[in-house]
């Protein structure tokens, strides 16, 4: 069979036929579809209003579409600025519904509120044990109280995490799973898998009793996406717009 | 004749509603103004005014607490009474002449106006009385009127009697012994098939629930059971009473059960026009309750506080669905500490500040900043001079840390404290 005639099964319905990609024949099968890919990743893709939940930063946003999709899991991978960006995803969705947080006792409202969140809409729900929280999201999930439940990673069971993915889908609610590294079955599970990594500290003033750690910028990279194509990176500066 | 309760310091509410309750064998009408002032409606109580006096002064003497009571023909006379001393009684067309030698205070006037009226010259209610009634209340507004009135003795406000409080309650004790729960749940259903339909008819609703269970070897059981949004709906409460009891153990087989509504509210819930992203609250208050039992520990909400301490800069209440509308600022990103569990870590310092932390070069480092309580009655704050992390604190028991930020080479964004001579980590920035 020739290479090219392979091609058309991987084919976005809304790309477009991919004879000219015949075209390119000679190239090899690899070559040809790393230029479907490419031309999959040139289209933008936009998701409808209502099945995303804003990310509070525009250029990500456009990445993704217009936001995180709702009924899915989505993770928020990376040791620094993750909880900034779920914050953010945060304060978005408390100007009219309803969030919950899983707490494992690391909660610092303050900052929250910093955010521009109001606290008055977000159910701090404490579970300290990797059950408690499987059990809680479980039920948030079913209530559909809340549009976003966010939680920090647990060490879980594979059918738990599809559990509740299966859940998120069928209530439409947006889980949202922080984690410095997330495990394989999260992983699957997981429509979006967004890493951040840390750029550089911004440091406001000079060093000492003086300065500020004002915060930090950082890389945030699509690692996986349901409904478009992954790889794409922004740059998000995460600090006071005073101190940045 | 009205009947003035009046107390110079304000009992707990608790108290002063059961001083109301018992206050009921004095006159049916009570009207609550605040926990430390009533009024009794006397009229057509028998007896006069001093034995009615004497009868309420025994009644306030068995709750242990000082009141001052005084009668008059309306409720600013009665008040005016009770401020003169305890037992007086001013008679109908004595108002004014009662009222001339009082302070503005007694008519509850705003601090801010009463130090206006005071710099004119007003100190008392028959400064006030003298004052021509037309430029005055065209000068304080529309309220000025009331006062004027007032201080001539006049009283057009209307007594308002408070509400009974009402008891729904139902119970139910059997001959036989249940071991099962579908038996409970059926038992349960009848109850609050009665205690609902109770609740409609007097258009109230529950904001608690109490539920007693008698056990078959004497012992009770109970179970309190708050609501986030008051209802009458049968099924939300049961929903509520049966996650409630999910996770409840007995040692003996159920007896009896007694189910009790609190905190009843008036009936009717509040509607609101444009209910697209309206919650549902009773379906918000049953998944409350089904977290409560099972996590074992109530669903919260933040309020923040001004404090020095980063851990007492925040506070958990119950949560509550709140239908006001807020104004939501437009989101910033901004670092996120996170609170990790306070451990002693090694740091090294180089020229007065950490060179590594927990054996990591420190990349960026600012700070200290001096956090202590109560600072300003200590040495710490003699010369303004912030004493070196070496200077041990505590003099004169006060507790005081020094706080860092700093980055650290595996790109680690940590705040870290030293207090005394040991140094500890106290959160991440996520």
């Not at chain 1, 040809?32 to 998701?47: D, W």
């Not at chain 2, 026009?273 to 909400?301: I, K």
């Not at chain 2, 950490?354 to 990591?360: E, W």
Request: contains cysteine.
């Amino acid at each position: 069979m020739p290479a090219a005639a392979a091609v058309p099964s991987l084919c976005h319905p809304d790309a477009e036929p991919v004879e000219a990609a015949a075209g390119v024949e000679s190239k090899g099968r690899r070559e040809s579809f790393e230029l479907l890919k490419a031309r999959l990743a040139a289209k933008p893709v936009t998701l409808p209003v209502e099945a995303v939940v804003p990310t509070a930063v525009p250029e990500l946003d456009a990445l993704l579409g217009g936001g995180l999709p709702v009924g899915t899991i989505s993770t928020l991978e990376g040791e620094t600025g993750c909880w900034s960006l779920a914050a953010g995803l945060v304060a978005t969705i408390t100007r009219r519904s309803l969030v919950a947080i899983l707490d494992d006792g690391s909660l610092y409202p303050p900052a929250l509120a910093e955010t521009g969140i109001s606290l008055e809409r977000v159910l701090v729900v404490p579970a300290r044990r990797a059950l408690a929280m499987a059990r809680a999201a479980d039920i948030l999930l079913r209530s559909r109280i809340c549009r976003l439940v966010l939680m920090p990673a647990v060490a879980l069971r594979d059918a738990v995490w599809e559990r509740l993915a299966k859940l998120a889908h069928r209530s439409g609610v947006l889980l949202i799973v922080v984690a410095a590294r997330a495990a394989a079955a999260l992983s699957a599970v997981a429509a979006v898998r967004l890493h951040c990594a840390l750029i550089r500290v911004i440091v406001h003033g000079r060093r000492g009793l003086w300065g500020t750690l004002a915060g930090f910028e950082l890389g945030i990279n699509v690692r996986k996406h349901k409904h478009m194509m992954a790889g794409g990176s922004v740059r998000v500066r995460v600090a006071h717009v005073a101190l940045r | 004749m009205l009947l003035c309760v009046s107390a110079a310091n304000p009992p707990a509410p608790e108290l002063w509603e059961e001083m109301l309750d018992a206050l009921d064998a004095v006159s049916p009408l009570i009207e609550d103004v605040r926990p430390g002032l009533a009024f009794l409606d006397m009229h057509g109580i028998a007896g006069d005014a001093r034995a009615q006096i004497a009868q309420t002064q025994g009644i306030s003497i068995r709750f242990g607490s000082a009141m001052q009571i005084g009668a008059g023909p309306n409720k600013i006379a009665a008040q005016a009474a009770a401020y003169v001393g305890d037992g007086t009684i001013c008679e109908p067309g004595l108002e004014r002449a009662l009222l001339a030698p009082l302070p503005l205070t007694l008519l509850e006037i705003e601090p801010e106006t009463i130090e206006r009226l005071r710099l004119l010259g007003i100190e008392k209610l028959r400064d006030l009385a003298r004052l021509p009634y037309g430029p005055f209340t065209r000068r304080f507004g529309a309220a000025a009127a009331s006062w004027h009135e007032l201080a001539r003795g006049i009283d057009r406000r209307s007594f308002i009697p408070r509400a009974h409080a009402v008891a729904i309650e139902a119970s139910i004790f059997g001959e036989g012994r249940v071991t099962d729960e579908t038996q409970v749940f059926f038992a349960l259903r009848m109850l609050l098939a009665r205690i609902c339909t109770d609740l409609e008819r007097c258009g109230k609703r529950a904001g608690a629930l109490r539920l007693a269970v008698e056990l078959e070897d004497a012992g009770t059981c109970g179970f309190d059971l708050p609501l986030a949004t008051p209802t009458a709906h049968e099924r939300t409460l049961f929903e509520m009473l049966r996650v409630k009891l999910e996770n409840a153990t007995f040692t003996a087989a159920i007896v009896g059960l007694r189910l009790q509504a609190l905190q009843l509210e008036e009936g009717g819930e509040a509607q609101t026009l444009f209910c697209a992203d309206d919650l549902d609250p009773q379906r918000v208050a049953v998944t409350l309750a089904r977290l409560e039992a099972v996590l074992g520990g109530g669903v919260a909400r933040a309020k923040t506080r001004e404090a020095y301490l980063l851990e007492e800069r925040f506070f958990y209440e119950p949560f509550k669905l709140s239908r006001t509308t807020q104004q939501c600022h437009q989101p910033e990103l901004i670092p996120q500490l996170r609170l990790l569990e306070v451990r002693e870590i090694p740091v090294e310092l180089r020229a007065g500040e950490p060179a590594t932390v927990n054996r990591q070069t420190v990349r960026e480092c600012t700070g200290p900043w001096r956090i202590a309580e109560r600072w300003h009655s200590s040495n710490l704050a003699l010369g303004g001079v912030i004493p070196s992390p070496s200077t041990p604190l505590g003099v004169n028991s006060v507790e005081g840390r020094d706080e860092y930020d700093v980055v650290l080479e595996d790109g680690t964004f940590a705040r870290i404290y030293h207090q005394g001579s040991h140094w500890y980590l106290r959160g991440v920035y996520e």
